[in-house]
């Protein structure tokens, strides 16, 4: 295996410590999500799919980063695999993010909830946005259009 210097970085090692090989990867990869990673590389090689994955990544020091690792396989004239060739992104900070907001949305939703009472955007055109709150507040069927300015439902 050929690493560049950030794909070292990434999986948190040092690229003078020596080359890396598939064992090594193997193992750096957080073990929920080994068999998958490897079955996805594995179909890409079978079948011609082109792997592409999000997993997490255990590092020597046991952090734990989310990556995003995609590739293509090379094939022969007869359509034999013999290379494979991919990058890897750290989207750990995404994936914190993402978390992050989704704890925000349920704390609002709950908060909500919990207060009977319920949020909504409106703008020139109407409302962009009316909770599911605000309709059980209102009675109205929530799987309907949020109500037009003009009172319609």
């Known amino acids: 295996m050929t690493f560049s210097d950030e794909a070292y970085r990434i999986f948190g090692l040092k690229p003078q410590e020596g080359p ?3 064992a090594t990867v193997r193992e750096m990869i957080h073990p929920e999500d080994r068999e998958s990673v490897f079955r996805t590389a594995e179909e890409a090689i079978r079948g011609g799919v082109r792997p592409d994955s999000e997993h997490r990544l255990v590092r020597t020091n046991g952090e734990v980063r989310s990556v995003h690792s995609q ?3 090379k094939r022969d004239a007869s359509g034999r695999p013999y290379q494979m060739f991919g990058t890897v992104q750290d989207i750990t900070d995404r994936k914190r993010a993402e978390e992050a907001l989704q704890r925000t949305q349920f704390y609002l939703s709950e908060g909500q909830r919990i207060a009977h ?3 909504w955007e409106f703008n020139a055109a109407g409302f962009d946005h009316w909770s599911s709150k605000l309709f059980h507040i209102h009675g109205l069927d929530p799987t309907s ?5 003009e009172g319609e439902c």
């Open 20 to 22: 890396i090989d598939l």
């Open 71 to 73: 590739g293509e396989v």
């Open 117 to 119: 009472m319920g949020s």
């Open 145 to 149: 259009k949020p109500p037009t300015v």
